[in-house]
């Protein structure tokens, strides 16, 4: 059964953001973060325009930790980014509003969370260089306050109808059947967990790598859609049975304990009203037409 | 140059980030002393020097800690920091703003301020306060076959384009100069990925006796017993690769500036003297 949402309610709102810089910690701590056998590493981080990696590569064997692919942005002062963060959702349109690439188009693909708080928006890698520094972009927000039909237990969280409306989602018996790549154990999520989830990320764990190859996490892709078993993240993240979250995979692996790839959530709730079916496509770049 | 030397290059990040053109700038009253006491004022740090280049003489120059081309920095603490800690010898730089937009250069090493060569017709165009932004790429590079040296700060097109050969699983890198590691002096208080560490060239008479006095701006350097994987410290048969990137000084403990860009011991990292080893002429730069 096809589903329906209250989509012509929602409201479309322009927000804004500047294309952000790498940032390291100054003197006198030294640079390097420590993974997680506590040996000291140096690798490229959030934020930037990251040239080489975009959605639908692996998220795992980069020289990085938890790298956004594609664009960063970020708005200067907390409350305008707390805007943009909140109000961005998956799968809207975003536009280079200055600078050499001006009026390109793109699209996001994912949030990030405490320490960093920017907005994942993809470019086409050919554009990618033609993008400065503290270009703006503008992002026609649009998906808050999306409503399923029939499943009103269900809390939408930075999913446009953009995205949800090509998801495949079918309704069976009155439970949601979800088309994801992977299915992750509530045990293999790590940081993120008690912040809020209306925006950020939440980390899967990957220092225990026997634990990624039985769940197959090794095999993840940037922009695939996953499940999470008993994890409500109806309004933060936080263990609870037989709830679940969908999201998609923002960002790449890092070595840091209990900071895995990314995710950015796109849906919970705390009742057991919706089924996972396993589906090597449920990617976004299977969904949203995107130029590589 | 080796042609099967194995690198992890497809796994490396390229990022961009920016930096602005700085002003050069002098502390009240403007005097240093030199190695006699004697109070001077000279050029030097910072801005645009559009008559000093990478392959130029370190020494001579009536300036203290010359900076070859352009010096660009960021006044936000934790973007200088990433500047220092992403920015690799190599990379591409881009001009974002200004008469010069859109023209490109090339990044020639590390100071207190990263350093870029433009050629001389977009120098003069290049403005205090324009944004330049770098692609970085090289943060994480590693020799596969040699896990035991590390690299440091290098784009992967220069460890490609740079002289190497293996002798007993021993690389040889081909170098200008050897430092002897008693004469190494300011750069020791700070960690290895930060800045650069200079020589101290106050020793006049031993400078010209090793003919360290010739040497040049992007020389690579082999300094013997010297660690500088966590930072730069004597350490019996380690060997560390560098990069010369500043000019001369008068200051006391200070002299020509070297960055580091590759450490290990003597049992894999070894260097042949080539006087032809700069910058200049591996990544084959127009002036």
């Known amino acids: 059964m096809k589903i329906e949402t209250n989509e012509k309610l929602l409201v479309n709102v322009s927000v804004v953001g500047s294309v952000c810089q790498p940032n390291f910690q100054s003197l006198p701590a030294e640079p390097y973060r420590l993974d997680s056998n506590g040996s000291p590493f140096l690798l490229p981080s959030w934020g930037s325009i990251v040239h080489n990696v975009s959605i639908g590569d692996s998220a795992f064997g980069w020289e990085a930790d938890c790298i956004h692919p594609g664009v960063s942005i970020k708005y200067p002062n907390e409350a305008g980014n707390r805007g943009l963060n909140i109000l961005s959702c ?24 405490r320490f960093s708080e920017q907005v994942i928006v993809h470019f086409p890698k050919k554009i990618r260089e033609k993008i400065s520094i503290n270009d703006k972009i503008l992002i ?8 399923i039909n029939n499943f009103k237990d269900v809390f939408c969280k930075s999913l446009s109808p953009q995205l949800f409306n090509k998801m495949n989602i079918k309704n069976k018996n009155n439970k949601m059947i979800i088309p994801v790549t992977h299915i992750i154990p509530e045990h293999l999520i790590g940081a993120g967990s008690g912040l809020t989830s209306e925006s950020g990320s939440l980390h899967i764990q990957t220092t225990d790598s026997s634990e990624m190859t039985k769940y197959k996490l090794d095999k993840l892709k940037l922009g695939d859609i996953i499940y999470i078993e008993n994890y409500d993240s109806s309004y933060q993240h936080g263990f609870l049975r037989n709830a679940w979250a969908v999201g998609i995979i923002g960002q790449t692996n890092g070595p840091r304990a209990g900071y895995g790839p990314g995710i950015t959530i796109l849906m919970s709730s705390k009742k057991n009203n919706a089924k996972a079916k396993l589906e090597s496509s449920a990617n976004i770049i299977n969904y949203i037409k995107f130029i590589k | 140059m080796i042609p099967n030397l194995k690198t992890n290059e497809k796994k490396l990040i390229k990022m961009s980030i920016g930096g602005y053109v ?81 023209k490109t250069g090339i990044v020639t090493g590390e100071h207190a301020r990263n350093l870029i060569h433009f050629e001389q017709n977009i120098l003069e165009k290049i403005c205090v306060g324009d944004q330049i932004d770098i692609i970085t790429h090289g943060r994480g590079l590693k020799l596969l076959d040699f896990p035991e040296i590390e690299i440091k700060k290098i784009d992967p097109n220069l460890l490609k384009s740079m002289n190497f050969k293996v002798e007993n699983k021993k690389l040889i890198v081909d170098v200008a100069i050897e430092l002897p590691i008693k004469i190494m002096g300011s750069g020791a208080e700070l960690n290895s990925e930060y800045v650069d560490q200079d020589l101290m060239s106050g020793d006049r008479s031993l400078m010209k006796k090793l003919k360290i006095d010739q040497m040049k701006l992007g020389d690579l350097i082999v300094i013997n017993h010297a660690d500088h994987r966590w930072g730069r410290s004597y350490k019996k048969d380690h060997v560390s690769i560098a990069l010369c990137i500043h000019g001369d ?24 003297i080539n006087k032809k080893a700069n910058l200049k002429n591996i990544l084959k730069i127009k002036l």
């Open chain 2, 249 to 272: 000084s008068v200051m006391t403990g200070h002299g020509p500036g070297i960055m580091t860009i590759m450490t290990g011991t003597k049992k894999t990292l070894g260097w042949r």
């Open chain 2, 22 to 102: 700085t002003q050069p700038s002098f502390k009240n009253p403007g005097y240093i002393p030199d190695n006699d006491g004697n109070s001077v004022i000279l050029p030097g740090m910072y801005g645009v020097v559009n008559n000093v280049k990478v392959g130029d003489k370190a020494f001579g120059w009536n300036g203290d800690h010359i900076e070859p081309g352009v010096s660009i920095d960021s006044e936000n603490i934790n973007e200088h920091f990433a500047l220092h800690y992403l920015v690799c010898t190599g990379n591409k730089a881009i001009v974002r703003s200004g008469e010069a937009k859109g």
């Open chain 1, 90 to 113: 998956v799968g809207n349109d975003a536009t280079i509003m200055s600078g050499e690439a001006k009026n390109a188009k793109g699209i996001v693909t994912g949030k990030s969370g």
């Open chain 1, 140 to 147: 026609k927000s649009f998906g808050v306050g999306l409503k």
